[in-house]
């Protein structure tokens, strides 16, 4: 299969910790994505862990992995104003190919 | 070029018109995927070039879409007797050799069918 769910919506304050959560269903996806888009923006790939990893860790950001759960998350310490965004999920269903989740949008609040 | 980009960035049309949406890839760079992203959803694949030949256009939706590199650098979306369902913003990206993990994406050409 080749869907990707994740909340639509995330509101956290200023200086918390955001996290968002993603499912995908295609067990063969090598690697697995993150992806920021801001209004009027291009799609920026934040991060992407290989499937044989648990976790990787990349200054503020911190991807969890359960392969088992195909379950994903993006952690987002001490998040600031300009972390908000719509954040994708995305599973690699091949070398070129990526199946997107439909976005988590991120509100921080003062 | 610095990034990859898409032109134009915007394109309103008329139901039934023909568009080409333009993709310009960073300079070098083999592979070029084309996305398309509709209001609220996340972007969908819709076809993969390796150099000049689509390797995979498995996504275009119907035969009113076509793309081509001809040259194995700029490409063309094209799309044929537009319909409203067809308003979506189009991504372009590239990478230097296929692999998802080093693709680049341009801003999109947001097409609104009227």
């Known amino acids: 299969g080749e869907d990707v769910e994740q909340s639509l919506f995330l509101s956290v304050r200023e200086g918390d910790s955001s996290v968002i959560n993603c499912t995908y269903t295609?067990?063969?996806?090598?690697?697995l994505y993150w992806y920021k888009q801001e209004p009027g923006a291009g799609l920026q790939l934040l991060t992407y862990i290989f499937s044989n990893m648990d976790m990787k860790q990349d200054q503020r950001l911190t991807v969890l992995l359960n392969k088992k759960d195909k379950h994903l998350s993006l952690r987002i310490a001490d998040t600031q104003t300009g972390d908000s965004a719509i954040y994708f999920c995305?599973?690699?269903?091949?070398?070129?190919?990526?199946?997107f989740g439909a976005g988590t949008t991120v509100t921080v609040r003062a | 070029g610095a990034g990859v980009s898409q032109t134009p960035s915007n394109k309103v049309t008329e139901k039934g018109k023909y568009v080409e949406l333009r993709c310009d890839p960073i300079s070098g760079h083999t592979a070029l995927y084309w996305y398309r992203q509709s209001l609220g959803q996340g972007p969908e694949f819709l076809i993969y070039?390796?150099?000049?030949?689509?390797?995979?256009d498995s996504g275009l939706p119907n035969d009113r879409f076509f793309a081509v590199r001809p040259e194995g650098s700029v490409s063309t979306l094209k799309i044929q007797r537009t319909e409203r369902g067809d308003s979506a913003v189009y991504l372009c990206?590239?990478?230097?050799?296929?692999?998802?993990?080093?693709?680049?994406f341009g801003q999109g050409t947001r097409l609104t069918v009227v």
């Open positions: 070039f390796q150099g000049t030949g689509a390797a995979d």
């Open positions: 990206a590239s990478s230097l050799e296929p692999g998802n993990t080093e693709a680049f």
């Open positions: 995305a599973e690699g269903l091949n070398d070129y190919k990526l199946s």
């Open positions: 295609d067990s063969s996806s090598t690697y």
